[in-house]
């Protein structure tokens, strides 16, 4: 298959990884990859930094970020890979109206 | 049981008896109980302490959501006690507030006399019943503009926003809302939800806390509460009243992730081994119960794995017509199934059609709102199409664009989704480049994406698929002419178009582009590299013209360059003049500028490789001036091997290729071999590179070899270096080495090293025919595997010290030629 070298390849959506919307604009972005890299700093978590940054590469340029995005899309995963269980662990935006009925 | 209830009943409770059961939060058997104490004693006392348990149960049933029944029981209690009915009002208000009929419980507020105990008493119902704010927003007995009307409106759009997707702390951030505001709760909740889904605990929690108990959206705070605390026994969240629900677990369950997916699980397993599998009758089986069960327990992802399915069919060549009825109806072609589509015929191979399904994909993606009609976006799409057409041999493409039209015109059969309608105005243009099927002609592609964002990056890669595809410097001049056009302000166009002048003898022209490139940006050194480099194809030019008076006007120039005074580069200056007193057939100036040469460049080898590699561009045949010292005469090796990087590394910064003396190669072969001196890793590539554009590929390897032993941020290029070094037949080992550079590359974010590397892996072909010296008309597949450890990698090559040769690597052979033998059994 061929892959884009262009772009560090990582196993999660950039944006899941810096926990920012697909359309955070570049202050959001930074903020984020800041919030981050205080939480994992590359002395005690080298593997989640170079992860965290590889993210912050690909978003903070806007042709890096759409390449990104096409190449997220693998029609040869495993169908089981549409429920991760990574994904599941996240929490999920399931929409205001699942949370009025709860109240 | 029966005695005992008899028992029970028969006895009369006593008043501290109930007040003991209805402090255990025990109400219904406290009203129970209340009711036989009552009709026992009829005093004032047994029904005022009746209808306070009355109250209480009924606030229980309103807590419970059991909005119907606390109605009826209202209603039957006031019939029952008349004089107490004023007792039950704001139990009726609050349940009337929570079924969302809030008109008239409002309207005193738009009354200016209504007194201010009464507003209070209105907001704080609604502040800690009311569960929609969207009640409050379209209620009618409010004005427009009445503050709590626009306000909650307000609110709920951020609500929602928050509760849908990734947002910001400003796009929620409800200014208006002030701490004392019935809605601060709400602001609070809002915060708290945004930071939950930023997984920012730490701050979701100090709103939560901020959260008052009484309001009602303190009951999604429990809620959320629930997933972040590791510490259950948060006691501000325990002694809440409110509890968490069946209605809340749902919410739990659903933002967590939590659902049940056993069955879902094992019928999509299912689902992946039988596309595994070559039962098609099986598969069917298996997509048919997966599409069911998600419908029932995972309706959210049903599409998404209906698209999945049928895409995956497609890869597979399944009938889409069985497929269909196997999920029970065809899938939404939207804008996601048509990237799908598109990954899904790139991986295939079906490149052109791909590029044709990435044209729909824009198309759609559009209408749906991904990017806008100009968007950036859309432009490095097209790029990333230019990508796959590349990957065509450019001798193949012009046939198969034509085939692949003609299979587009005629056949509908083969696709599985196209939107006929786009191409109906090419199919009636029969001419070719049809600029309807644009997205089939990489330059149309560039041409579009840099008329969306016109970047030089966009410009440079045009650029660089111009020079791969086209011969002519017309063609180069055209894209650079746009480029120039579209940024005014970028040098590299102009020295683009000062190179392609240069090359063709236009000095003239290659000079007023110059002179435009330096009015932009004077100081740029790629500029000025490029001035000097002019100036010197300008001398050597009047040299082999013989016009040695024009040199030496040149070599006045050149001197006046601070750029020509870095380093070693005077003396590539004293080498000109010595070819121009050669040419004048001065002898004693030649004399004169030789010592010269020999004392700027510090070594009579060095000088020798320069003279020699100068006299070709300057039209003269032999050289008589300087003989190379002969084998023998070779002091110490390292100083030969320092002297030749010198010479060669001169002309490298002077465009220009020099040449390694072939009685040499064998000395600095054997050096790189089995001397551990440490040469400077730059000497180390720059001999390298010029072995392997001698084909001297023993020379390069064992230049690699000693440059990898000594480690370092070179690795990454010594490492290129080596998988250009290798024979053909170590394809494996050749592969290895490209992708673990790639790795390093992008480790080290060194860009030029990365795009090599792209580029090698992207242009490498492996045939036998080339290895045997036969015309290539076969391509076998490559053996890159991604998943190398670059690391072991480098280690491994740190310890092959020796070149590879056929009789010791014959297994890397003997995979090589089966690998050819499986593909053409294929």
């Not at chain 2, 397993?269 to 009758?281: P, R």
């Amino acid at each position: 298959m061929f892959k884009d070298f262009d772009i560090p390849s990582l196993t999660e959506k950039p944006n899941n990884i810096l926990e920012v919307s697909e359309n955070a604009d570049k202050k959001e972005i930074r903020l984020a990859y800041l919030r981050k890299i205080k939480q994992f700093p590359p002395d005690c978590y080298p593997e989640e930094f170079e992860r965290i940054r590889d993210a912050y590469e690909i978003l903070k340029n806007p042709r890096s970020r759409i390449r990104s995005m096409l190449q997220s899309v693998d029609p040869e995963n495993d169908l089981l890979c549409l429920f991760d269980d990574k994904s599941i662990e996240k929490r999920v935006f399931v929409g205001h109206k699942v949370w009025l009925d709860a109240m | 049981m029966k005695k005992k209830k008899d028992k029970s009943t028969n006895k009369v409770p006593t008043a501290a008896e109930i007040e003991k059961l209805v402090l255990k939060g025990k109400y219904k058997i406290a009203l129970n109980k209340a009711k036989i104490y009552n009709k026992n004693l009829q005093t004032k006392e047994s029904e005022k302490l009746l209808i306070d348990v009355h109250i209480k149960r009924i606030s229980q049933m309103v807590e419970l959501g059991h909005l119907h029944d606390a109605k009826v029981l209202i209603s039957v209690v006031k019939n029952n006690f008349l004089s107490e009915k004023e007792r039950f009002e704001d139990l009726s208000n609050i349940i009337a507030v929570r079924e969302g009929n809030i008109d008239d419980f409002v309207k005193p507020l738009v009354d200016p006399a209504v007194s201010d105990k009464k507003r209070k008493q209105i907001e704080d119902i609604l502040k800690n019943e009311l569960t929609n704010l969207n009640d409050l927003a379209i209620c009618k007995s409010l004005p427009l503009d009445h503050p709590l009307k626009t306000g909650a409106a307000l609110v709920m759009k951020a609500f929602e926003t928050v509760t849908s997707g990734y947002t910001s702390e400003k796009e929620i951030a409800l200014p208006a809302v002030s701490r004392k505001s019935l809605f601060a709760p709400w602001k609070m909740l809002i915060r708290a939800i945004l930071f939950f889904y930023q997984k920012d605990d730490e701050k979701c929690q100090r709103c939560l806390n901020a959260i008052d108990s009484a309001s009602a959206p303190y009951r999604l705070a429990v809620v959320i509460q629930s997933i972040i605390s590791d510490n259950t026994n948060d006691i501000s969240f325990h002694n809440s009243k409110r509890q968490i629900n069946e209605k809340t677990k749902i919410l739990t369950n659903k933002i967590s992730g939590n659902m049940d997916k056993d069955s879902i699980k094992s019928a999509i397993i299912n689902l992946d081994k039988a596309f595994n599998m070559k039962n098609q009758s099986k598969l069917l089986k298996a997509m048919k119960n997966a599409v069911k069960i998600c419908e029932k327990d995972y309706p959210q992802i049903l599409e998404k794995l209906k698209q999945h399915i049928s895409i995956k069919a497609w890869m597979k060549d399944i009938c889409y017509k069985k497929v269909v009825n196997a999920m029970g109806c065809p899938t939404i072609k939207n804008g996601y199934f048509l990237l799908l589509h598109a990954r899904a015929a790139e991986i295939s191979g079906k490149l052109l059609f791909a590029c044709c399904l990435f044209y729909e994909f824009c198309c759609q993606a559009k209408q749906e709102g991904w990017f806008s009609d100009k968007g950036i976006e859309i432009a490095e799409i097209y790029c990333y199409m230019t990508n796959i057409l590349n990957r065509i041999d450019p001798e193949d493409i012009d046939q198969q664009r034509d085939e692949f039209i003609v299979v587009l015109k005629s056949s509908k059969k083969n696709f599985l989704y196209i939107n006929y309608h786009n191409y109906i105005p090419a199919f009636q243009n029969n001419g070719l480049p049809n600029t309807d099927l644009f997205f089939l002609y990489p330059d149309i592609l560039y041409k579009k994406a840099t008329d969306i964002n016109p970047c030089s990056d966009i410009f440079d890669m045009w650029i660089q698929w111009t020079f791969k595809n086209y011969s002519h410097w017309k063609h180069i001049d055209q894209v650079a002419i746009l480029w120039h056009k579209a940024l005014n302000e970028d040098t590299k166009p102009l020295l683009y178009l000062m190179e392609s002048a240069e090359k063709r003898n236009a000095f003239t022209k290659a000079l007023s582009y110059l002179e435009k490139a330096e009015q932009i940006d004077k100081l740029n050194p790629e500029v000025q590299r490029a001035k000097l480099r002019l100036f010197i194809s300008i001398t050597m030019r009047h040299l082999k013209q013989r016009k040695p008076h024009l040199a030496r006007n040149d070599f006045e120039k050149i001197q006046q360059l601070p750029q020509s005074r870095e380093g070693y580069k005077p003396a590539f200056l004293t080498a000109l003049k010595l070819i121009c007193s050669i040419i004048e057939n001065n002898k004693l100036e030649s004399s004169r500028q030789k010592n010269k040469l020999i004392k700027k460049i510090g070594n009579k080898i060095s000088a020798a490789i320069i003279i020699e590699g100068l006299l070709k561009p300057c039209g003269i045949k032999s050289n008589t001036v300087f003989y190379l010292p002969s084998v023998k005469n070779i002091p110490d090796n390292k100083e030969l091997v320092l002297a030749v990087a010198r010479a060669l590394r001169l002309g490298d910064s002077m465009g220009l290729c020099f040449s390694i003396p072939s009685r040499y190669i064998d000395i600095i072969t054997n050096f790189f071999k089995n001397d551990k001196s440490t040469i400077e890793p730059f000497s180390i590539i720059t001999i390298a590179n010029s072995g392997l554009n001698d084909n001297y590929f023993e020379l390069a390897y064992a230049a690699s070899g000693n440059g990898l032993l000594q480690g370092g941020v070179n690795s990454g290029k010594l490492l290129l270096v080596r998988a250009k070094s290798l024979p053909l037949w170590a394809m494996k080992r050749k592969c290895d080495c490209i992708t673990a550079v790639i790795e390093m590359a992008r480790r080290q974010r060194d860009t030029d090293l990365l795009k090599e590397a792209i580029e090698l892996r992207r242009t490498q072909k492996f045939s036998p025919f080339d290895f045997l010296g036969l015309p290539n008309f076969l391509d076998i597949p490559n053996q890159f595997d991604d998943t190398v450890d670059s690391e072991k990698i480098l280690q491994i090559e740190k310890d092959t010290i020796s070149y590879p040769n056929l009789n010791d690597d014959k297994d890397d052979l003997y995979d090589f030629f089966d690998n050819f033998l499986n593909f053409s059994d294929r």
